[in-house]
């Protein structure tokens, strides 16, 4: 069983905190500063602050069962939390077939680098219109409300990506990092052993693969 590796389509903003003289005045301030505004430090990325480095040449498929060339493949990576409750992820994603059909959950660390069941609250909708018709892009999903962690939780963690319909044809890309080799932290399943819905799965190990582009926050 190998994972499927397709070629894509190739296809900062900067905030500066100005205040104004009269409003420093106003308020006492003794001096103003302004400079580039920069967003908080992720929990972790493989892909830059945002994931905008990553391979956008190249992504595995994540697709329905019913599709021909990589029936059900979902991916999984494994990530430490450092016991922050989580607000969102971002992936580098592209449509293959089919747009705006791409799921993610958290799920539960355990033992020995295995998979558990989902995180309460851990199922993450995409924002917006991602990934696009052409190219790829970095696609940011949320869950309803960020994601305490607890037992079980506090560590590792792992993201999957699945195909939301699960039984049908479609497919998506999940573009790969730049260099993040895989150690016993990347799983997949596809074929007659995968339901498509990242539960429940019998998981291979993708040691040595590029794992996917990914950022938790």
Not at 69 to 98: M, R, Y
Not at 149 to 165: A, E, I, P, R, V
Request: hydrophobic share 40%.
């Amino acid at each position: 069983m190998k994972l499927t590796i397709r070629n894509c389509f190739f296809a900062l903003a900067m905030s500066l905190l100005i205040v104004s003289i009269a409003a420093a005045q106003e308020l006492h301030v003794g001096h103003i500063q302004s400079g580039p505004l920069l967003p908080p430090a992720p929990t972790f990325t493989n892909c830059g602050t945002g994931c905008t480095s990553y391979n956008t040449g190249s992504g595995y498929f994540v697709s329905g069962t019913a599709n021909t060339t990589t029936a059900g493949q979902v991916l999984a990576v494994e990530f430490d939390n450092k016991g922050k409750p989580i607000t969102k992820v971002i992936e580098a994603n592209a449509a293959f077939t089919a747009v705006h059909s791409l799921g993610a959950v958290l799920l539960k660390g355990e033992p020995n680098e295995m998979i558990g069941g989902p995180v309460l609250g851990g199922t993450l909708r995409v924002v917006g219109s991602c990934p696009p018709a052409t190219g790829s892009a970095p696609c940011t999903y949320k869950p309803r409300r960020p994601v305490r962690t607890g037992t079980g939780t506090k560590d590792s963690m792992w993201l999957c990506q699945y195909w939301m319909n699960a039984d049908k044809t479609g497919a998506g890309l999940w573009m790969l990092s730049i260099s993040d080799t895989a150690t016993d932290d990347f799983a997949f399943v596809n074929g007659a052993s995968s339901n498509g819905t990242c539960l429940n799965e019998t998981w291979s190990t993708a040691n040595g693969a590029i794992r996917p582009a990914f950022e938790i926050n």
